[in-house]
């Protein structure tokens, strides 16, 4: 389909994988106005920045990796949490982009951004490769593809080991496979697909600034040793297309077992001043579901009309923890639960061409959720439901000039962590009530944009939004987790522009502006924690089939408040990325990337609120607490194709 929105895009692998990354969750920045970042070890889940949310860990941007959701709700860690690490770059076959609640295909996590990640059925040619580089970082992949029967079979494999700058390596141990085989075409075929991850870590957390300062660690110190993790993925999926006279229609399905236990320490000896704060947050679940879709054509009226109706299932079986824990030793249980959840979405859009320069689309969406909590204190054990209509709407005028004008307005949700519409005492005493929290929260959202190709060889556009939210999702760092907050609003532009004057030349510039702010005026500020205002950034790109090639990637990350009153700023941060090599006629590839190239000393992270050293007043310490970004690092890759 035609793009409905100036903000929507498709970029493709080759175009991800030219730009220098250091994990795999960076290339997902190729869409314009998103942030990716770390503020713990490399088997985390990405923190992500966008349209003025900080989204923790995948609040509210929905990703998927071939018609898998990623996103994960009640999440012993966060609400929303999107572990992208499994990914393999190299394997991307295209990324498409949508932002805004204005798709009726989109439902949770989907009001801020939606990204689309498909595979390729199958490679050019075979690849090997291998990468070296600082700070003990090494990388093998080997991944090609082969005739079998009808079909191809697909098949990767990717094993990677990392310790970081830290003064305690993350001694990253992650294996990570693919194994796809499919018959016909896109529109006509199938495809059957195996993934598997597995990834073993220690992790620096965040660290109290005045530790920093007074010299009790160093930049690259913790204050807890023995924090880190485990996790794994395993999934099947399938994929169905067939096309006829009586339109398109796909069908995908897909079983995923995942796995996660994580032990952190962000304040320290606050709450427990003999044992330490340190916890552990399990998340073990099995969830499977359905995307069946059918897309046809008509005349509605005598005009060319294109409909498409969908159905989405998805079912959790989830085990969630939490725990307290001295040296990744179990002292006591604070809550553990066994939840059921599922949701249902049933969709629909009718885009009608009205004339060569107008076209529009309305959409409607109804989406259902029902759950059961098994606490383990019975008095937050319950059932929860909630269902949602949101409908959807969209204008295009032109193209004049090569240029055309779009306009979006839609209702969107995100759902809350089920255990907190059914909880009534807190799981720490058993005792003291807490209300209860909706499962199913409303968006809504308006957007107004131009793209035009008017000069040649540049595709530039330029997006207006605003975004309501009845409840913002926050991330609490002292716990370790997302809670409902109160109402907001974002109003933001967003200027993206790619330019290429040469077959061998290329330059792109995203700038996006966002004033994010609390709509109930709270005496305590309007501001929002951690919502950035700018960012932006800049890439140039040069390079042929054969020959040198190179990139150079900026990205700034502006200044963010850290407390409601906005008395407390994080700091910006201007990071380049460089890469330069050479193809070699025989399929022989040498590669050099150098990551932070001017050594830029900030951080990936900020966040302010109470900790506590040894010695410290019994109350605590309000402190910023701030996850460094890793100094200059350079990687040498050889590859073959073949």
Same mark, same amino acid.
């Given at each position: 389909?035609?793009?409905?929105?100036?903000?929507?895009?498709?970029?493709?692998?080759?175009?991800?994988?030219?730009?220098?990354?250091?994990?795999?969750?960076?290339?997902?920045?190729?869409?314009?106005?998103?942030?990716?970042?770390?503020?713990?070890?490399?088997?985390?889940?990405?923190?992500?920045?966008?349209?003025?949310?900080?989204?923790?860990?995948?609040?509210? %941007?929905?990703?998927?990796?071939?018609?898998?959701?990623?996103?994960?709700?009640?999440?012993?860690?966060?609400?929303?949490?999107?572990? #992208?690490?499994?990914?393999?770059?190299?394997? #991307?076959?295209?990324?498409?982009?949508?932002?805004?609640?204005?798709?009726?295909?989109?439902?949770?996590? !989907?009001?801020?951004?939606?990204?689309?990640?498909?595979?390729?059925?199958?490679?050019?040619?075979?690849?090997?490769?291998?990468?070296?580089?600082?700070?003990?970082?090494?990388? /093998?992949?080997?991944?090609?593809?082969?005739?079998?029967?009808?079909?191809?079979?697909?098949?990767?494999?990717?094993?990677?080991?990392?310790?970081?700058?830290? &003064?305690?390596?993350?001694?990253?141990?992650?294996?990570?496979? =693919?194994?796809?085989?499919?018959?016909?075409?896109?529109?006509? @075929?199938?495809?059957?697909?195996?993934?598997?991850?597995?990834?073993?870590?220690?992790?620096?957390?965040?660290?109290?600034?005045?530790?920093?300062?007074?010299?009790?660690?160093?930049?690259?110190?913790?204050?807890?040793?023995?924090?880190?993790?485990?996790?794994?993925?395993?999934?099947?999926?399938?994929?169905?297309?067939?096309?006829?006279?009586?339109?398109?229609?796909?069908?995908?399905?897909?079983?995923?077992?995942?796995?996660?236990?994580?032990?952190?320490?962000?304040?320290?000896? %606050?709450?427990?001043?003999?044992?330490? &704060?340190?916890?552990?947050?399990?998340?073990?679940?099995?969830?499977?579901?359905?995307?069946?879709?059918?897309?046809? &054509?008509?005349?509605?009226?005598?005009?060319?009309?294109?409909?498409?109706?969908?159905?989405?299932?998805?079912?959790?079986?989830?085990?969630?923890?939490?725990?307290?824990?001295?040296?990744?030793?179990?002292?006591?249980?604070?809550?553990?639960?066994?939840?059921?959840? @599922?949701?249902?979405?049933?969709?629909? &859009?009718?885009?009608?061409?009205?004339?060569?320069?107008?076209?529009?689309?309305?959409?409607?969406?109804?989406?259902?959720?029902?759950?059961?909590?098994? /606490?383990?204190?019975?008095?937050?054990?319950?059932?929860?439901?909630?269902?949602?209509? /949101?409908?959807?709407?969209?204008?295009?005028?032109?193209?004049?000039?090569?240029?055309?004008?779009?306009?979006?307005?839609?209702?969107?949700?995100?759902?809350?962590?089920?255990?907190?519409?059914?909880?009534?005492?807190?799981?720490?005493?058993?005792?003291?009530?807490?209300?209860?929290?909706?499962?199913?929260?409303?968006?809504?959202?308006?957007?107004?944009?131009?793209?035009?190709?008017?000069?040649?060889?540049?595709?530039?556009?330029?997006?207006?939004?605003?975004?309501?939210?009845?409840?913002?999702?926050?991330?609490?760092?002292?716990?370790?987790?997302?809670?409902?907050?109160?109402?907001?609003?974002?109003?933001?532009?967003?200027?993206?522009?790619?330019?290429?004057?040469?077959?061998?030349?290329?330059?792109?510039?995203?700038?996006?502006?966002?004033?994010?702010?609390?709509?109930?005026?709270?005496? =305590?500020?309007?501001?929002?924690?951690?919502?950035?205002?700018?960012?932006?950034?800049?890439?140039?790109?040069?390079?042929?089939?054969?020959?040198?090639? !190179?990139?150079?990637?900026?990205?700034?990350?502006?200044?963010?408040?850290?407390?409601?009153?906005?008395?407390?700023?994080?700091?910006?941060?201007?990071?380049?990325?460089?890469?330069? @090599?050479?193809?070699?006629?025989?399929?022989?590839?040498?590669?050099?990337?150098?990551?932070?190239?001017?050594?830029?000393?900030?951080?990936?992270?900020?966040?302010?609120?109470?900790?506590?050293?040894?010695?410290?007043?019994?109350?605590?310490?309000?402190?910023?607490?701030?996850?460094?970004?890793?100094? %200059?690092?350079?990687?040498?890759?050889?590859?073959?194709?073949?």
């Amino acid at each position: 389909m035609q793009p409905t929105a100036a903000s929507a895009v498709t970029f493709t692998g080759q175009q991800v994988n030219a730009i220098p990354f250091s994990r795999p969750g960076e290339a997902l920045e190729i869409v314009p106005g998103l942030i990716v970042t770390q503020h713990s070890g490399e088997g985390k889940a990405n923190q992500y920045f966008l349209r003025g949310f900080n989204l923790d860990h995948g609040t509210d %941007l929905a990703i998927s990796v071939d018609g898998m959701p990623v996103n994960m709700p009640t999440h012993g860690h966060g609400q929303g949490y999107a572990d #992208i690490n499994f990914l393999i770059p190299e394997l #991307i076959r295209s990324v498409n982009v949508r932002k805004g609640p204005y798709f009726a295909d989109v439902g949770d996590f !989907g009001s801020a951004g939606a990204v689309d990640i498909d595979y390729v059925k199958r490679l050019p040619k075979n690849l090997a490769e291998v990468t070296y580089g600082s700070f003990g970082y090494a990388r /093998s992949l080997a991944a090609g593809s082969y005739d079998v029967g009808a079909g191809t079979l697909l098949a990767a494999f990717d094993a990677t080991k990392y310790n970081g700058p830290w &003064d305690v390596g993350d001694d990253v141990r992650k294996l990570n496979g =693919v194994l796809r085989y499919s018959q016909g075409t896109v529109t006509d @075929g199938f495809s059957l697909t195996a993934m598997a991850y597995s990834n073993g870590w220690n992790s620096t957390d965040q660290v109290a600034q005045r530790a920093i300062d007074q010299g009790i660690i160093s930049r690259w110190g913790t204050l807890d040793p023995t924090d880190g993790g485990t996790s794994s993925r395993f999934s099947v999926s399938g994929k169905w297309s067939q096309s006829s006279v009586y339109g398109q229609t796909d069908v995908s399905a897909y079983v995923i077992r995942s796995d996660l236990r994580l032990f952190n320490d962000f304040t320290y000896y %606050l709450d427990d001043p003999v044992n330490g &704060d340190q916890f552990s947050q399990l998340d073990g679940r099995t969830l499977g579901g359905i995307d069946a879709r059918h897309t046809f &054509d008509w005349r509605f009226a005598g005009l060319e009309t294109q409909t498409r109706v969908g159905v989405q299932t998805r079912y959790d079986d989830i085990h969630v923890g939490l725990f307290k824990t001295a040296q990744r030793n179990l002292l006591s249980t604070v809550r553990e639960d066994r939840v059921q959840e @599922g949701n249902v979405g049933i969709w629909t &859009d009718s885009t009608t061409r009205w004339t060569g320069w107008l076209r529009t689309t309305v959409g409607l969406r109804e989406d259902f959720f029902a759950g059961h909590v098994f /606490s383990d204190t019975p008095e937050n054990s319950g059932n929860a439901q909630a269902s949602m209509m /949101s409908p959807k709407a969209g204008i295009v005028l032109g193209p004049w000039f090569k240029t055309e004008f779009y306009g979006n307005a839609g209702y969107g949700l995100h759902s809350n962590d089920i255990r907190g519409a059914t909880i009534t005492v807190d799981p720490n005493d058993k005792v003291t009530p807490l209300d209860r929290v909706p499962l199913l929260v409303r968006s809504r959202g308006a957007e107004l944009g131009i793209r035009t190709k008017a000069i040649p060889d540049l595709t530039s556009s330029l997006a207006v939004f605003v975004l309501d939210f009845d409840s913002e999702l926050l991330f609490v760092g002292d716990a370790g987790t997302t809670e409902p907050s109160r109402p907001s609003r974002r109003v933001g532009a967003e200027w993206t522009n790619h330019y290429k004057p040469l077959p061998w030349l290329g330059f792109d510039l995203d700038v996006a502006y966002t004033k994010a702010r609390f709509t109930d005026y709270d005496v =305590v500020g309007d501001h929002i924690p951690g919502a950035p205002a700018w960012v932006a950034s800049g890439a140039v790109t040069f390079g042929t089939e054969t020959g040198w090639f !190179g990139t150079l990637k900026a990205r700034y990350f502006g200044p963010r408040p850290l407390v409601e009153d906005d008395s407390v700023r994080s700091l910006s941060s201007f990071i380049v990325n460089a890469r330069v @090599g050479y193809n070699f006629d025989n399929g022989l590839r040498l590669q050099l990337d150098v990551l932070n190239l001017f050594d830029t000393r900030t951080n990936q992270i900020e966040y302010y609120y109470l900790s506590r050293l040894p010695g410290e007043p019994i109350e605590g310490v309000a402190d910023r607490h701030v996850h460094s970004a890793e100094p %200059l690092a350079v990687r040498l890759t050889a590859a073959a194709k073949f």
